[in-house]
């Protein structure tokens, strides 16, 4: 079962404050179709809101992740104990980003690119549970290190291919995101999560259940699959 992705859409202003720049800036990106290190130029806009050009955020935002502004290749954190755990937002401003979303974009739109964190906390309580990730300064240290100065890093993994899935298993079971991702017809993990959090997918903000026992999958959410199949026909009809 396949579904089209329904992206989320962002002008230039939106985009620019996302980035610390300019909304002029981001045209100048278009218009003299920049490219970056991998050799990918600013992605060609999906529709417009009056004058207002319109991207798909996330072909923005991977762009993005491989262009390293020349702030970062001069960019040099501070010292402090390689074993320090760091928040996402944390860990963006000792990389030197200007967007302090910047680490936890990478882990939501783009498995593979950033390491997996080196602690995952489960916080919140059994009816809102959330997990914090955290990161040691030596990890994102080597990360800094193997990535080129503009560009994917060196030996950067890609996202892992969603597994198959067959619609026609036990409706109660219980599904993980990748599973639910393939399901819904997405191209990646990144996607659905996107989608899940722009409110896309109404009928997967209920879970029921969490991940017990499974290491670094624990509190995660899981769903059954007639819910996910539930929303998958309800995005059909759209």
């Given at each position: 079962m396949?579904?089209?992705?329904?992206p989320?859409?962002?002008?230039?202003?939106?985009?620019?404050?996302?980035?610390g720049?300019?909304?002029a800036?981001?045209s100048?990106f278009?218009?003299e179709r920049?490219e970056?290190?991998?050799?990918?130029?600013?992605p060609?806009?999906?529709?417009?809101?009056g004058?207002?050009?319109?991207?798909?955020?996330?072909?923005?935002?991977?762009?993005f992740a491989?262009?390293?502004?020349?702030?970062?290749t001069?960019?040099?954190?501070?010292?402090?104990?390689?074993?320090?755990?760091?928040n996402?937002?944390?860990?963006?401003r000792?990389l030197g980003?200007?967007?302090?979303?910047?680490?936890?974009?990478?882990?939501?739109?783009?498995?593979?690119?950033f390491?997996?964190?080196?602690?995952v906390?489960?916080?919140?309580?059994?009816?809102?549970?959330?997990r914090?990730?955290?990161?040691?300064?030596?990890?994102?240290?080597e990360?800094?290190?193997?990535?080129?100065?503009?560009?994917?890093r060196?030996g950067?993994k890609?996202?892992?291919?969603?597994?198959?899935?067959?619609?026609?298993?036990?409706?109660?079971?219980?599904?993980?995101?990748?599973?639910a991702?393939?399901?819904?017809?997405?191209?990646?993990?990144?996607?659905?999560?996107?989608?899940?959090?722009?409110g896309?997918?109404?009928?997967l903000?209920?879970?029921?259940?969490?991940?017990?026992?499974?290491?670094?999958?624990?509190?995660?959410?899981?769903?059954?699959?007639?819910?996910?199949?539930?929303?998958?026909?309800q995005r059909?009809?759209?």
């Open positions: 396949t579904s089209r992705r329904e989320r859409l962002a002008d230039a202003a939106e985009i620019a404050a996302e980035h720049l300019t909304s800036r981001i100048q278009y218009t920049t970056n290190t991998a050799g990918k130029t600013f060609e806009p999906v529709d417009k809101r004058r207002a050009r319109l991207w798909d955020h996330a072909e923005v935002t991977e762009w491989h262009r390293a502004p020349a702030r970062l001069e960019h040099r954190p501070p010292s402090i104990d390689p074993e320090t755990l760091l996402a937002s944390d860990a963006s000792y980003y200007k967007n302090t979303n910047q680490v936890g974009t990478f882990v939501r739109d783009h498995p593979g690119y390491p997996e964190p080196d602690v906390e489960e916080k919140g309580t059994a009816e809102n549970p959330y914090r990730q955290l990161w040691k300064v030596a990890t994102l240290q990360w800094m290190a193997s990535r080129p100065g503009r560009g994917r060196a950067a890609q996202a892992p291919p969603l597994p198959e899935v067959s619609a026609d298993g036990d409706p109660d079971e219980l599904l993980g995101a990748s599973q991702a393939a399901l819904l017809g997405y191209k990646s993990v990144g996607s659905f999560s996107s989608a899940l959090s722009q896309n997918l109404p009928l903000k209920t879970t029921d259940g969490v991940a017990e026992n499974a290491g670094r999958q624990n509190g995660r959410r899981r769903w059954t699959r007639r819910r996910i199949l539930q929303q998958a026909a059909s009809k759209k």
